[in-house]
């Protein structure tokens, strides 16, 4: 339980760590009292999944006096449907961190490559945040995001792969929002 103070409502935190069997399930929707606890004003439930401690470890966290450094790519693939509206979602964000100062830096290509390029291009510590968005489904047992080849084109590729496009240079929060990347690798369904 999160001890209440210093603007911070009583809640609780929920640590998943990956290797285990219950992370894959979506803490977000626990409902008490008939709304999600996820939003709750009073008593909000933070879900966190670790997907892996290992890389935490011996890190040194440097604080700033800046504005947030926002990294955000969209990927929508030719044939992949629903087609993606990655424009609106950028100017959402844009009118939610107006007057904030934050600094967005859109990824255009929606590649891999353009990825590690963006992140390689701005150097070590440059990005707070990582949002990726995107589809995503469930390939031969493995999640996988959609993203797109240099002509538009739908590539599969693994948390790995896009991990090895940041190239150890993790901002501090990494946001991946895809269709199914909630959903068990169990027969599309979660287990009783």
């Known amino acids: 339980m999160v001890e209440p103070g210093a603007g911070r409502p009583a809640g609780a935190t929920v640590r998943i ?3 285990q069997r219950l992370r ?3 803490w977000e929707l626990v409902v008490g009292d008939g709304s999600y606890l996820a939003v709750s004003e009073s008593a909000p439930l933070l879900p966190v999944r670790a997907a892996s401690s290992i890389a935490t470890l ?3 966290v440097t604080q700033h006096n800046r ?3 926002v990294l ?3 990927a929508s693939p030719e044939g992949v449907e629903p087609v993606l509206s990655y424009e609106a979602e950028e100017a959402g964000i844009l009118a939610a961190t107006a007057d904030t100062g934050t600094e967005l830096v859109v990824e255009e ?3 891999v490559e353009g990825l590690r390029f963006t992140v390689t291009s701005y150097g070590p510590g440059y990005f707070d945040v990582l949002h990726v968005s995107g589809h995503a489904t469930i390939d031969e047992g493995q999640p996988k995001f959609l993203v797109e080849n240099e002509l538009g084109g739908l590539v599969l590729v693994t948390a790995d792969q896009i991990a090895r496009a940041i190239d150890g240079q993790w901002p501090r929060l990494v946001f991946v929002s895809g269709c199914l ?3 068990p690798r169990i027969a599309g369904r979660f287990p009783r």
Do not use: Q
Request: aromatic letters at 4%; charged letters at 5%; proline letters at 10%.
């Open 67 to 69: 504005p947030l450094r």
């Open 17 to 19: 760590a990956a290797g």
């Open 181 to 183: 990347t909630g959903a």
């Open 109 to 111: 290509s929606g590649t």
């Open 58 to 60: 011996g890190a040194v």
């Open 24 to 26: 894959h399930l979506p």
């Open 72 to 74: 955000f790519m969209a």
